[in-house]
């Protein structure tokens, strides 16, 4: 049996390691916030199911409205998608044939989706070495003679944040040569100071921005998020996707969380927090190294970088489920993501790892 694709497959994982699942896992591979949705929309998502006999807007036009006024653009530079990977997708198309460049290791459905395509894909591979970051020297040797750069950023599964002063000279770099930038900003909410791609957009560069409101909100289930672009790239995509995409449902829920600041604040400052405290608790009482992290998961790995698949399996035996990481370059089972969770789970996590030393 192969390893399970994603994150929050625990039953694929536990029969891939030979584990019987006697009780629910503390699920550490989902990088889903773990405050969970906002209170106020749990208690809407019932009043809202109703409206599921009624057809969705299909020029969105409203959402496209509220998110051009919440972030700075023009309504005709925002696209709503039903998630982010409907929106990975219908983006790869525009690469049909063509040649980019892809920052790995990264999300997979990124090849996935330009593979389906067609595209000749170049990777500039990152490292621990220099601590996951890529440099624009790198990126530019590879890119003179490509279409695009395609990134996630922060990037999973090391949850680091690219160079500002590097990302900058990529931006004016790509306008110069017309070279499109694709940013898959899955988690940039969970920063402190993220990187403000959307002022560059907002000026015509060619950078498209992939947004999923799965994670911070806690609703993968309804499938929702957008995407920012120039208006001659959104009418490129739009044409991709089918009429009706967004549900009712995603379409308020797009709604109600663009207001939640005060929830996407709360929810950064007990990640910052915790992500420490739990890094440190860590590497203080144990020989793991954990990898510091711009957003909501990190890495881990063994100080010598042997095989994680018994480790991978004594977590399991202690009700915890991580992500593996063999389907990765460079990563190759040799590390772990593992998601910040609540106090509960994660003193659970830190007493686990604890255990594996004795």
């Not at 009624?54 to 696209?79: G, M």
Request: charge should be negative; include cysteine.
């Amino acid at each position: 049996m192969s390893w399970p694709e994603h994150g929050a497959m625990p039953d694929a994982l536990m029969k891939k390691l030979n584990q019987d699942k006697q009780q629910p896992l503390m699920d550490f591979s989902v990088n889903t916030n773990p405050v969970g949705p906002p209170h106020e929309l749990r208690q809407k998502l019932p009043e809202w199911a109703l409206l599921s006999t009624q057809y969705s807007d299909p020029s969105l036009s409203s959402i496209k409205q509220q998110i051009a006024d919440t972030l700075n653009v023009e309504p005709d530079q925002v696209l709503p998608g039903n998630g982010g990977a409907e929106l990975i997708y219908a983006v790869a198309r525009l690469f049909q044939q063509k040649k980019i460049v892809l920052i790995e290791p990264t999300f997979t459905e990124y090849r996935k989706a330009l593979e389906a395509n067609q595209a000749t894909i170049t990777s500039v591979y990152v490292s621990e070495s220099s601590d996951w970051r890529w440099s624009f020297e790198q990126v530019k040797a590879c890119l003179e003679d490509a279409d695009g750069v395609w990134m996630c950023e922060p990037n999973n599964p090391t949850g680091t944040a690219a160079n500002r002063k590097e990302l900058k000279q990529l931006l004016d770099y790509c306008k110069a040569t017309a070279k499109t930038l694709v940013v898959d900003e899955a988690f940039y909410d969970f920063q402190t100071e993220p990187f403000p791609f959307v002022s560059y957009t907002s000026r015509d560069f060619p950078v498209i921005q992939i947004r999923s409101l799965t994670k911070m909100f806690t609703i993968p289930g309804l499938r929702a998020g957008y995407m920012m672009a120039s208006q001659e790239i959104i009418d490129q995509i739009q044409v991709f996707l089918p009429p009706w995409n967004v549900n009712v449902i995603a379409e308020r829920a797009i709604s109600f969380v663009l207001s939640e600041q005060k929830f996407v604040e709360h929810t950064v400052s007990y990640i910052t927090s915790e992500r420490e405290r739990v890094k440190k608790a860590v590497e203080d009482e144990t020989s793991f190294k954990i990898f510091s992290s711009d957003t909501n998961f990190f890495l881990l790995c063994h100080k010598d970088h042997r095989d994680t698949k018994e480790l991978l399996t004594f977590l399991a035996e202690h009700n915890l489920h991580a992500r593996h990481t063999y389907h990765f370059p460079i990563l190759e089972g040799k590390y772990i993501r593992l998601a910040v969770r609540t106090k509960t789970e994660n003193n659970h996590l830190i007493d686990v790892l604890r255990r594996w030393q004795e």
